[in-house]
Each structure stands twice: as C-alpha cells, then as structure tokens.
C-alpha cells in the first residue's frame, strides 16, 4: 500500500491542472466530469489504505522527494498515513466528493464553472497533502496552500466588492497566523535540530525525552504556542476568528467544504498532531483551552442575533471550532478529533442545506425574508433538521456523542481550566440548540414572509438532494462509532495515534450524569426557540428592545471588525503614508535632490538639451573621479614617492 | 573545448550582436531586432551549456586568464562558481525575454534601443563573470550607461529626472569603489611586493582591521546602491516608475542582483574583519529596508512603483541573508535573489501588459480586469503569490530560509523580518483586488448584486482615503492593440484625466481588451514554469551553490577565528 500513497494527492492534482489549463478552451461545462471520477478514484485509493493501517495497525509512509536541502536543514517530502491521517483523509474525501457532486447541481449555468471545478479539486489535494505531511514545513506549506484554495474560492464572485474584500481579508488575518506557524517551525527547528516529526531523533521523540535530552521545556512552551497562532487563524479562534463569517461570501458548497467541514479544521488537526510537544506544556494547554473556550461561547452569542441565514452557521462553525480546541487544551484529544469528524459530515450538510434554501428562495439569505418553508422543500426540511438537531446535540445523533464527550473530557481532565470550561461547554451548548432551532423555525415554519406571487421556492435537483441525503446518514450514525463512551472502536482505532496520553477512567455515573446534562441542556435550547418562534410565548422584539445595548453588542459581532480598523488598519496606513511622504520623498529624497542640485549650480552646462544631462554628469563626475583617485594615490600611497 | 572561451563567448556575443546592429543597413526597421534577439539567444544557449557542463565544487571553472598590463599587476581573468554561473543564466534569459518583449513595443528609435540592450547584457555578464577587479570595474561602468540611456531616451513623462538620478546615485557608489579598489591593491602591494588585481590572490592577502573597516564600507556603500539598500533606495521608484517595461525587468530583475552578488564575491571574502564590524548595521538597516518596503509599497497609488518598494523589501531579505553568515541564511539570499528575477521581472511584464493597453499606472483607473483579460489576471495571480512568498512557489523557500538563519543569529530580529509576509499579502492583495477585482469604471452591477456601482463606490472611497492625492482619478485610455505609442501624455501627470479617457462615471466602457497576445504568452511562460518548478525543487539551485558558499563561510571563520 505504500507505494500508492502518492495516488491520493496526485488524483485531485490532476483534476485541477486539467481543468485550469483546458477548461477555459475545451471542457467548459464538462468540468465536473473530470474532477468527479478522479477525487472518487482517490476517496477509494485513501479508504483502502485506511483498511490497510486498521488492520496492520501500523503507520505506513512513501518518500517522494527531498525538497530543501540547506546545510543542516533538510526537508524531505514524504507522505505520512497513521490512524490520525486515515481519519482525516476519509472525512476530507467523503465530504469533498460529495460537495464536487452538490457542486454540480448548484453551480449548474454558472460562467466560471470550470474555474470552479479547477479549485475545488485544487483545494482538496492540498488539505490531502496538509493531512499527509510528515514534518512542520511541509504542513506549513499546504497550510498555505488550502488558504490560497480558499482566497480565490471566498473571492469566486469577485465582481462582487464584498466578495473581493471578504477573500482579503480571509488571507490577511490567515496570514497573521502563519506568522506564528512559520516561527514556530524556526523554533523547532533550532530547538531539535529537524523539523520531521517522527523516527528515533524526530521532534516527538525528542519532545517526550527533552528532559534527559536538555532542551528547555520553555522552548516546548513557545512552540506550542506559536503553533496554535497559527491554529487559531486557521481555525477561526479568537483573535483570529473574524474572517470566518466574511468569508460566507464564496458559494455555499465552499462554505460547506473548506469553512465549516475541512479547512477550519486543519488547525485542531495540527495541534493534535503535535499533541507530544503540548502535553510537555501545561501553559501552552492552558491557552488553548482557554482560548477555545472563549471562542466557543462568544461565536455562540453572536450567532443568536444574526439575520443572514449562512452567517448564523457559519458563527456556529467558530463555536463548534472552539469546542475542539478546548478539547485539545483540556488534553481530550481523541474526543476533539471525534468532534472533527461528526461535525465536518453535520455541519457539511447544514451548509449545503442552507445553499439548497437560497437556491430556492433565488438567491435570498435573509430569514426575516423566508419561513414556512418546510412544505416547498421537504428534502432539503428533513436533512436539515438532523443537521440541526445533530448540531445542538440532540441524542443519540453524531453531536451529542462528541461534544459530550468533550464536556466530560474537560470536566475530569487534570488542567485547572478544565472544569470552567465544561461548564462554558454546557452554556455553550444551550446557544446552540437555541440559535439553531431559531433557525430551523424562523427559515422552515410558520408563514412566508416573502411575496408568494413573485417567489416560488422549489426542491433542489437530485444533484443536490442527494448528497443531502447521503450527508444525513453518517450525522445521524457516526456517533456510535464512539460508543460505549470512552471506549468505542473510534477510541480503540486513535489510541494508536495518541499513545502518550493516560487514558482517564470515567465512571458510568459521570459519564449518565453529563449525558442527561447535556440533554436536557439541548433540549431546554430548543424548547426556548419553540416558544419565541412557534407558540409566541416569548415575544424577541421585546426581549431585544429589553437589551438593546446587548444586542447591538452581539449583532454588530462584539464590534471586533471596528475594534481592529480603528486601532491597527487605520494606524498603520497613517504611518505608511507617513513614511512614504516625509521619510521616503521628504527627508532621503530631498537630500538626494539637495545634493544633485547644488552640483547642478556649480556646474553652469546642465541647462542643454535633455538627453545631454547625462553626459555632462558623466564628464563631471568623471573629473571628480580622476581626482578623488589622484589625490588619494599622492597623498596616502607610495606609488608616487 | 578546454580551451574554448566559453564566458567571453557568452559575454561578448551581444556585443558583436550591437557591432552587427551598427553597421547594419540603416533602411531596414526590423534587422536590429532579429540580429538582437540572434545574439541574445545564442548566448542563453551557451549560459546553459556553461550551466550543464558546471562541476559542482567551490573551484572557480572554466577561467580565462591573459596578462594585460603586468607592470600594474592587471589580467584579463574571467571564471565562474556556483553564485555566478546561476546568475549569468537568470541574466541571459532575461534578457532574451526583454529583447522579445520589446519587439512590438519600442517604435522609436530602434537601433540605438536595441543596441543599448545588448551593450547592457555584456556589461552584466561581464561583472559576473570577472575575477579581476581591473576587468570587473570596466564592465561595471559599461553596464551604467545603456541603462541611464533606456531610461532617459525610451522613458516615461519624467524620464531624465530618473535618469539622471539613476546615474548619479550609481555612479556616487562606483567612485567609492574605485577608491576602495585603488586601496585594496595598494595595500595589498605595501604588504607582499606584489602589484595584483586579481580577486582570488588579493583574498589571501591580510589588511589592517582600520583599512578593513574603512573599505570594506566603501564597497559595501557601492553595492548597497545597486540592490538598493534603505536608505539608498529612493533612485529605484523613480526609476522603475520611468523606464520602458524590458528596462524595468532587466534593472529589477538582474542588477540590483549584482549588489548582492558584489558583496559575496568581494565584501565578504576580501574582509573578514570589516566584514565582523559592519555585520550588525548592515542587518539592522536590511530589516529596516525589509519593513520600510512593504508598508510604502501598501500605500502607493502607481503599479510600478508599489512593485518597486516591494523590491526593497525583498531585496532586504538578500542583503539580510548574506550577513547572518550562516549556510541557510545564504542559501536563502540565493534563493532569493533568482526568485525575485522570475517574480519581479514577471510582475514588471505584466504592468507593461495593461500600460501598453491603457496608458496608465494608476491603480485607482481599473477594475474588473478578471472580466476582460482573464488570462492575464491568472498569470498576474501565479507571480503575485510567488511575490509574497507563498509555499510552492519560487519567492517562499529564499525568504523562509533567510529568516530560519536570521533566528539563529538573533530572534527578535527574526520576528521583525518574517512579519513581512502579513503587509507582504496586504499590499499585493489590494492591489489585485483593486485592479483584478471588483468592476471596472461605470460598470453595471450584475443582476442581482444589490451593491453600488463601481464609480459611487470610487467616490466614496476617493473622499475616504485618498483624498490627498486629489479627487479625480484618472481613467484608462484603451487602445486594444499591444503597441505603446509612448506619447508624453502620461495620464497620471495629466492634469486634466478628464481628456485621458472618453469614459466617464456613470458610463459603461464597452470597448475590447485584448488579453495576453502570443507574444506576450511567449515571455511569460518561461518564468511562469522557472517560478513553479523552483519553488517545488530548488534543490538543484542549492547543489550547485553550496559549495561556493562552504568556502565563503570557512574563509570567514578562518579568518576571524585567527
């Protein structure tokens, strides 16, 4: 199986080269009929190999090339598949080809659909490739690369202002995270002397043994959080969280793939993947936790006030986001990778729901401007309400099994933080059900609330409908791959990745305890909803006039855009300016032209024709030359004694 | 083929292609191009048989060397190492590249344009190739003159103001050299009893760490010039801003790489001592310049001159690199330096493409170009990644190893120096959105896109951020064709942009834009691969070059360390 490695990255790769240099020429319409069969050739290429490393129980890799080899630093790039990667590859190729089919149906008609189907296969090589690499730079590299996936995609509709200044922004803020990423693998590199993760003088060997090694655990520390720097732009965590909801602006099947199911996740995936530098860390853990949990309530309560249908969503992804990276902090590591996986198939499908409604409502994300919907679009009602359900933790659906997971993980674990943070987990959790059910109930009952006359909502096709369907399966089912809690094949299968960690003993009361908190938690959310938008028990108009301060706090997002242009944005371009105009023209430039002047008046020949100044400088500084020389070989050399 | 003179074959094939240009029949208007284009191409494929044939060791290959004037000590001595023969490839493929760009483009004064050329890429090699500072000197002034005249006769609205700068900045900086060379060898006379010119024997010699300090200053000054260094910089907007398109790239493209590679070959070896003092005011004022460049570059209404300052800035990384002493710090500079040839000299086509449509740099008069010139736009998209160092492309692994060895020589200065790639993205990001992006002057909105049209939206943001740089942005002029007329009515100096262009707000431009034309393809393409392919395996760059660099290394520590 090793040899073939390379066939699951290379698949997609070829899909994008074909598409973008034919596309545009030849295959036009047609795109999809080469990106389909080649990222489906690849998804069974990787499910084969995930059978490969659960049966051997083994890590398999294949070396390609060796890619940068400066002095000491060497970069090798091989392909790298343990249980964490298997994971990863099938739920970025499962959720990748089932968005390439919706894809078809919702860009169906569109100019650029070749350009789409280039990007998208683009994007999918690279998260394989992130997924894939066996060492930090390579990580970095395709860490790079998905957020160039995702600049162009967010951009898609670039004559669209919003959307050009939305994909700008994206990789901007992503940037600012990559700045820590790249530190940090310079850290790593002067810390360990390689980059490469594994083998007998990898980062992880060296990492758990750095006490008898001699390295300083406050290195571990600082790479531990100069990687999450990068994690959190990435993953959407605060302080970095804030291009996320802007970068709705793409089409919803790349909400769907790189927002909300893949992409957002790669930072949770790389700090699990470094999980042997973290554990060293007690401080580096610490601010993750702290970090996701923040994260996670605060995205929590702006999504409650959000109108745009794609942005309550998508603020629900920053949360869910936080839950993992809470997780990881608290040291529940197998549970944030189970969360990973159920949310990238409910949340997957919760977006191409959402595209399925503005496809039917023509274009239309307001839900002021919807309801009663559930009658038009039965598919697209029933899948979405399981999106939501699973989103809010309803049991036995995916949801529940992993985010509970994580509050008990957070409640038990060792960290001091950890406690705290289950309890913002349940508060978490409460948003949650409340903020999706307003939307389930807000967009699919009650009356319309748009002109009947003028817009007939309509089903989506069965390019559409059916991944929908396929995507509803796994969020109703996958959680019981975890179970038993704690003790689920999921568990058995990642213990192999996570060998470091001490398995925590959770009693069956803790574990019924939290289960039924949760529950009744989720439900009470949507309980809530159901008074406020069905049975009118609880009027919202009043409660927002009763807090208007409140929610215009949560509805403008915290005020973190403004918060940001008023105090680095506008800042900094003051003093560019200010650098440009009086350093750069006034005081180097003038000095320059001071200097060209004077010399220009002592010489009386400068005012002749334009083309002559040159030559006349020439003989002048030619004469200053022979002079300058002459007078230092007369008087401080022997040349002439 | 022992004792073929492959470098003076390669270094003087242009020549002979200017000499042919020269006495050719006066009448004929498309001769001087072929039989430059003949040259320039015969001498790529001899670079890279030169590069084929190159052994990869810190030995100086394929030397010619033939006494000149013994009594003072000067040899034609040329010969190459790992440093020199990738930069006289990148040289020689550039230069193809502008003569073929300048095909169409250049209407006036054809002889004397292509003429100049020529004379400019042997100058070039010539510096590249010479061992002997008698030789080097000659080739590093012959080199100054064809570029003040590209810029001054083929130049934009203020062509001689740059010119003349241009010229008088370089030659400010080949005069200290001319001292420091004087001294050098004096010295090196008072020592040994030896008169020589000759690079390699003058490295053995040892010179008094005041003499060092001194000219080693005085070289560096010269070549700090030429990459440019902040605060010796401000000749490169000006000029970059007024040449015609093949000069930008030549000048962006291969001589600000000769500063660096002047500071390899002389600075570095020659003084080890000098080299000990400057050390940290030559990194603090790259890291300056690394900064400084991009955020000028954020602010600049020009194309031309935000790719500039975006040149200091990269050209930082270089001098940064080479300083740090350490073998991922020059490979970097390397690195460096090759990836900026592809990706600057790329970028400054890609201006020319759309100045040759449109008659204007100014950011502010386009939009929507994705729409009309879709294929421009891709490769706009390709060298503008490369540009900001993105992974997998040719700009990444130069930076992202300067800065490595940077932390190892300092950290603070390493988190200064990479926090680049965030104004990095931010200035060429803005500049795509504003000119790629979005829609062009007076466009509709598509149906259904509840935004504002494009030219409200200008006037608001006019009166938002720009309202220093006047109200009324200028608009372009299309002219459909690739040629460029090169009328004085620049329209960013225009006072009136109002007679620039027939359009106006509020009124759709219908008329067509060509896209990238098969000439312009031809250019493009080469550097489009050269940018992928060694962004994805720089590794046969950082064979041929390491051994160079082991050498310069030990010398230094030799040195130093005795």
Same mark, same amino acid.
């Given at each position: 199986m090793e040899d073939l490695l390379y066939l699951i990255p290379l698949l997609p790769l070829a899909a994008f080269v074909i598409n973008i240099l034919l596309g545009r020429g030849f295959i036009r319409d047609n795109a999809h009929w080469v990106a389909l069969p080649l990222v489906g050739a690849s998804w069974i290429v990787a499910l084969l190999v995930f059978l490969d490393v659960r049966d051997t129980e083994h890590a398999i890799s294949q070396h390609l090339f060796t890619w940068i080899p400066a002095g000491d630093f060497v970069v090798d790039v091989n392909l790298y598949v343990d249980q964490l990667t298997a994971i990863m590859l099938l739920v970025v190729l499962t959720v990748g080809f089932l968005v390439h089919v919706y894809s078809v149906g919702y860009m169906h008609g569109d100019p650029g659909f070749y350009r789409f189907f280039a990007y998208l296969p683009l994007f999918v090589f690279s998260m394989l490739m992130l997924v894939l690499a066996d060492n930090l730079l390579v990580l970095f590299v395709f860490w790079e690369a998905v957020g160039l996936c995702s600049y162009f995609l967010i951009g898609y509709y670039f004559r669209r202002r919003s959307a050009g200044n939305a994909a700008k922004k994206a990789f901007i803020v992503n940037r600012v995270g990559d700045l820590g990423f790249g530190l940090g693998v310079m850290l790593t590199f002067w810390t360990f002397g390689t980059i490469s993760f594994y083998g007998e003088h990898g980062i992880f060997e060296q990492a758990a043994h750095h006490a008898e090694l001699g390295i300083a655990g406050g290195a571990l520390t600082a790479i531990g959080?100069?990687? +999450?720097?990068?994690?959190?732009?990435?993953?959407?965590?605060?302080?970095?969280?804030?291009?996320?909801?802007?970068?709705?602006?793409?089409?919803?099947?790349?909400?769907?793939?790189?927002?909300?199911?893949?992409m957002v996740t790669a930072g949770i995936y790389m700090v699990a993947r470094n999980y042997t530098i973290y554990i060293q860390s007690e401080s580096a853990m610490m601010v993750v936790a702290i970090v996701g949990a923040f994260t996670a309530f605060m995205a929590a309560t702006i999504a409650l006030t959000q109108n745009d249908i794609k942005r309550v969503v998508a603020y629900s992804t920053v949360s869910q986001l936080g839950y993992m990276a809470f997780a990881l902090g608290t040291g529940a590591w197998v549970a944030a990778i189970f969360h990973l996986m159920t949310h990238a198939f409910f949340k997957g499908l919760l977006f191409l729901g959402c595209g399925s409604v503005i496809h039917g409502m023509h274009e239309e994300q307001d839900m002021r401007k919807m309801g009663g919907l559930r009658k038009y679009?039965?598919?697209?009602?029933?899948? +979405?309400?399981?999106?939501?359900?699973?989103?809010?933790?309803?049991?036995?659906?995916?949801? +529940?099994?992993?985010?509970d997971e994580i509050i008990v993980g957070a409640w038990i674990s060792d960290s001091s933080f950890g406690k705290p943070a289950a309890i913002i987990g349940l508060a978490a959790a409460f948003l949650t059900a409340l903020y999706m059910f307003r939307l389930v109930f807000l967009v699919f009952f009650g009356k319309e609330r748009f002109d009947t006359e003028h817009i007939h909502p309509h089903e989506s096709g069965a390019w559409m409908a059916i991944p929908l369907v396929l995507l509803a399966i796994p969020s109703v089912l996958i959680g019981f791959v975890g179970f038993p809690p704690e003790d689920g094949p999921f568990h058995h299968f990642l213990h192999h990745a996570f060998e470091l960690v001490e398995v925590h003993h959770v009693s069956m009361t803790t574990t019924w305890t939290f289960g039924i908190i949760s529950t009744v938690v989720a439900l009470g959310g949507i309980f809530i909803a159901w008074l406020a938008y069905i049975r009118g028990a609880i009027n919202p108009a009043a409660v927002r006039e009763r807090f208007e301060g409140t929610y215009q706090f949560l509805y403008n997002k915290w005020y973190f855009d403004e918060l940001y242009d008023a105090t680095i944005v506008q800042p900094l371009r003051r003093f560019s300016m200010f650098l440009w105009k009086v350093v750069d023209e006034g005081i180097i430039d003038a000095a320059v032209n001071g200097v060209a002047t004077g010399i220009a008046a002592i010489?009386?020949?400068?005012?002749?024709?334009?083309?002559?100044?040159?030559?006349?400088?020439?003989?002048?500084?030619?004469?200053?030359?022979?002079?300058?020389?002459?007078?230092?070989?007369?008087? +401080?050399?022997?040349?002439f004694q | 083929m022992d004792d073929f003179p492959l470098l003076s074959t390669i270094a003087y094939l242009p020549l002979v292609g200017a000499l042919a240009i020269l006495f050719a029949p006066r009448a004929s208007s498309t001769l001087p191009r072929t039989i430059a284009l003949v *040259?320039?191409?015969?001498?790529?494929?001899?670079?890279?048989v030169l590069l084929a044939g190159f052994e990869h060791n810190a030995e100086f290959q394929y030397t010619e060397k033939v006494v000149w004037l013994d009594e003072l000590g000067v040899s034609y001595f040329m010969g190459v190492d790992g440093i020199a023969v990738l930069l006289i490839a990148l040289t020689t493929l550039l230069s193809v590249i502008a003569i073929w760009w300048s095909w169409e483009t250049i209407t006036v004064r054809t002889r004397e344009y292509? /003429?100049?050329?020529?004379?400019l890429e042997t100058g070039m090699l010539g510096v590249f190739m010479a061992l002997d500072l008698f030789v080097f000197y000659i080739f590093w002034e012959i080199m100054l003159i064809p570029m003040a005249l590209l810029i001054g006769i083929w130049g934009s609205t203020d062509r001689v103001y740059a010119a003349v700068k241009f010229f008088l900045y370089t030659l400010f900086g080949s005069l200290l050299m001319l001292v420091a060379i004087v001294a050098t060898y004096q010295s090196y006379f008072n020592e040994t009893g030896v008169r020589t010119l000759n690079v390699l024997e003058l490295q053995g010699g040892s010179y008094g760490e005041t003499f060092q300090f001194w000219v080693f200053a005085a070289f560096f000054i010269a070549f700090a010039v030429k990459v440019p260094m902040f605060p010796f910089h401000t000749w490169l907007p000006d000029a970059h801003v007024q040449a015609p398109t093949a000069a930008s790239v030549i000048l962006a493209a291969v001589m600000l790489k000769m500063g660096g590679y002047g500071m390899l070959r002389f600075n570095l070896p020659l003084f080890p001592d000098g080299t000990e003092a400057w050390t940290v005011a030559v990194i603090v004022l790259s890291i300056i310049g690394i900064i400084y460049g991009a955020l000028v570059a954020l602010v600049q209404p020009d194309?031309?001159? %935000? /790719?500039?300052?975006?040149?200091?800035?990269?050209?930082?990384? &270089?001098? %940064?690199?080479?300083?740090?002493?350490?073998?991922?710090?020059?490979?970097? *500079?390397?690195?460096?330096m090759l990836a900026h040839g592809f990706n600057t000299g790329a970028l400054f086509l890609i201006v020319g493409v759309i100045y040759e449509r449109a008659h204007t740099r100014d950011i502010r008069a386009f939009g929507g170009m994705a729409t009309r010139m879709p294929i421009w736009s891709a490769y706009f998209a390709l060298f503008l990644f490369a540009s900001i160092g993105l992974p997998g492309l040719s700009g990444f692994v130069g930076e992202f190893l300067v800065a490595l060895g940077t932390w190892d020589y300092n950290r603070l200065a390493a988190v200064i120096t990479f926090s680049v790639v965030i104004f990095a993205a931010w200035y060429m990001l803005w500049l795509y959105q504003r000119v790629v992006f979005g829609r062009a002057w007076g466009e509709l909105p598509d149906p259904g896109d509840t935004e504002l049209t494009r030219g409200e939206i200008e006037e608001l943001a006019e009166a938002n951020y720009h309202g220093h740089l006047g109200t009324d942005a200028p608009q372009?002029? &299309?002219?459909?064709? =690739?040629?460029?007329?090169? =009328?004085?009515?620049?329209?960013?100096?225009?006072?009136?942009?109002?007679? &620039?262009?027939?359009?106006h707000k509020g009124q759709m431009d219908s008329r067509p834009w060509t896209d990238i034309t098969f000439r312009e393809? %031809? *250019?493009?393409?080469? %550097?489009?691969?050269?940018? /992928? &392919?060694?962004?994805?395996?720089?590794?046969? /760059?950082l064979d041929i070059v390491e051994p160079s660099f082991q050498a310069i290394l030990d010398g230094a520590t030799r040195v130093v360390g005795g």
């Open positions: 959080i100069l990687l +999450f720097i990068g994690a959190c732009g990435k993953s959407a965590q605060f302080p970095l969280h804030v291009w996320l909801p802007d970068a709705m602006e793409g089409p919803t099947p790349v909400s769907a793939l790189i927002h909300a199911a893949t679009m039965p598919v697209t009602f029933w899948t +979405f309400l399981i999106g939501s359900l699973a989103n809010a933790g309803v049991v036995p659906l995916a949801g +529940f099994w992993s985010k010489s009386q020949r400068v005012r002749h024709v334009q083309t002559g100044l040159v030559a006349n400088y020439a003989l002048a500084i030619a004469i200053g030359m022979v002079l300058l020389v002459g007078v230092y070989l007369a008087a +401080f050399s022997d040349l | *040259a320039s191409l015969a001498s790529f494929v001899l670079s890279l292509y /003429i100049a050329l020529l004379l194309m031309k001159k %935000l /790719i500039a300052y975006s040149s200091v800035s990269h050209m930082g990384f &270089v001098t %940064l690199g080479i300083f740090i002493m350490n073998m991922q710090g020059l490979d970097g *500079a390397m690195l460096v372009p002029a &299309v002219s459909g064709g =690739d040629h460029d007329t090169h =009328d004085d009515h620049d329209a960013l100096t225009n006072e009136n942009p109002e007679e &620039v262009g027939p359009t393809h %031809l *250019a493009l393409a080469p %550097l489009a691969v050269l940018t /992928i &392919v060694f962004g994805v395996y720089p590794k046969p /760059i």
